[in-house]
């Protein structure tokens, strides 16, 4: 079992709230990412890092913004959730090298009502 | 623009029989690397099976094979004697030199028992 988590792994909160998901990996990994998955399963790359203090917008534009202050956590935040931010959000980790594949946390499930 | 594409949106097929999955790509490298990820419903996505681009040989892992066809570049996922623990959704994904993992839109495949 891959060493990355997301906390929380659901969570129900109020329009206009600031909220943050964190993930964090224990493998070194110089690599992580931030997926968006819709209702109909389809996976988008909202956020990537390629290492300490590298943070990238990935293809699908999102209101959120990272942080990648440690090597080991690379946590998600919205200044003000909104209905339309309701989503499972997955975290991945992979080293430098592309021959080996990417880990990705439990993902967290996100309510805005 | 480098794509991964997955023409078949659900799939369904009796336990023990064999089943393909479809995916295509679209990329001017030589080398990249692609993989077959399994997201079982509510539970973590894990990875299936990787082929590197380089490599003639088709990848096997148990029941799980690929028939990587890069001249036409299609990477099809065959799983033979299906069992009831296969009902997942099945995505198609490669590293490009791009760095970032690109993902297909998706197979969501069930078993009957």
């Known amino acids: 079992e891959a060493d990355i988590y997301q906390t929380p792994r659901y969570l129900v909160i109020g329009t206009g709230k600031k909220i943050t998901l964190e993930c964090s990996q224990t493998?070194?990994?110089?690599?992580m990412y931030w997926y968006q998955q819709d209702p109909g399963m389809e996976l988008h790359l909202i956020h990537y890092?390629?290492?300490?203090?590298?943070?990238e917008k990935g293809d699908l534009s999102s209101e959120s913004t990272v942080s990648r202050i440690r090597t080991e956590h690379f946590p998600l935040t919205l200044e003000s959730a909104r209905p339309s931010h309701t989503s499972q959000y997955l975290c991945?980790?992979?080293?430098?090298?592309?021959?080996?594949?990417?880990?990705f946390g439990q993902g967290t499930r996100l309510t805005v009502v | 623009a480098q794509t991964v594409t997955q023409s078949q949106p659900e799939m369904s097929v009796q336990e023990a029989e064999t089943v393909t999955l479809s995916c295509t790509y679209d990329t001017s490298e030589s080398n990249y690397y692609l993989f077959w990820y399994k997201q079982p419903p509510s539970r973590q996505m894990i990875l299936v099976i990787r082929q590197e681009a380089y490599k003639q040989q088709n990848a096997t892992e148990n029941r799980f094979s690929v028939n990587f066809q890069k001249a036409a570049k299609s990477f099809s996922l065959k799983i033979s004697d299906s069992q009831l623990g296969d009902t997942a959704m099945y995505f198609c994904a490669s590293w490009f030199s791009n760095e970032k993992l690109t993902f297909g839109t998706g197979t969501r495949l069930t078993i009957i028992p």
């Open positions: 493998m070194g990994h110089d690599k």
């Open positions: 890092s390629y290492g300490v203090n590298s943070t």
């Open positions: 991945a980790s992979s080293p430098s090298d592309r021959d080996t594949e990417a880990f």
